[in-house]
């Protein structure tokens, strides 16, 4: 059995910007989970509040809620996004342990991931090599080389029990404790000998200028990635993108569920 769950760490009401916003984004996220053409999977969500967002009602969706807890600094939001994905990672040992793939909140994945990595299996795991931006402000997108170092939605683990913590607040040393920024993570792999396959499609979009970014909000970003960007191009999304990944084509968001419009998929489109 190769069970596939996706975790969605959701950042708190009171570090958040704009909370409905917050909410928009994280629902067009679950709705590119739930799209998955393989339905055999499991999602659970880390959170202190529950935004309004229909997906909750899916079966396959599991929900942590967190106690309300301070965080202002940049230092303690990132603390507490770490205790969320302990609190993913200990639900998925409850579950047996499987194939684990963290997405931030305002990311959208292929939905053909789940059917790709219960087919084929790697007894590790896999990396996404290559992944897509788009820009929430132009409603363009473009590829994204290096697509590990630039989103934390960027790999999916095979994970055992003894793989996983036992509680969110076990100290107690885990395979998967040793995996902290994202940038890292094939590298880490690669050197405990259980090297990340490259996933053979682009898998994940990254959203952009979504008011939300906090890697945009810190800076966080190198010098490659802005190098990077002002020589790929990019283009409206074509319509085949659009209902991979639930983007709205024409819209200034992502897709809470509808289709790529008519009059959008007109336009000039970036076919993959």
Known sequence: MN??????????????????????LFEATLNSVLAQSDPDFSVIVACHERPAATGFADPRVVTIELPPMPIVSSAEQMKDKRLKHMCIAAALRRMGGGFLMFVDADDLVSNRIVAHVRRHPDPHGYIVDAGYEYDLATGLVRTAPRFD?????????????????????????????????????????????????????RAVVFVRNNGENHSVATGNIGWRRRLLRTVL??????????????????????????TCSRAAASRPTWRR
């Open 3 to 24: 069970r596939f769950a996706f975790g969605i760490p959701l950042r708190s009401r009171q570090t958040a910007r704009d909370w409905d916003r917050v909410g928009r």
């Open 149 to 201: 170092r630039l989103c934390g939605s960027c790999a999916v683990f095979n994970y055992s029990l003894p793989d996983l913590p036992e509680t969110p607040h076990s100290t107690a040393p885990c395979r998967f404790t040793s995996f902290s920024n994202h940038s890292h993570w094939r590298d880490i792999a690669k050197a405990e000998g259980r090297p990340l396959a490259p996933l053979p499609f």
């Open 233 to 258: 191009p990019s283009r409206r999304p074509s319509a085949g993108l659009c209902r991979e990944f639930g983007l709205a084509c024409g819209t200034s968001e992502p897709s809470r569920g509808g």
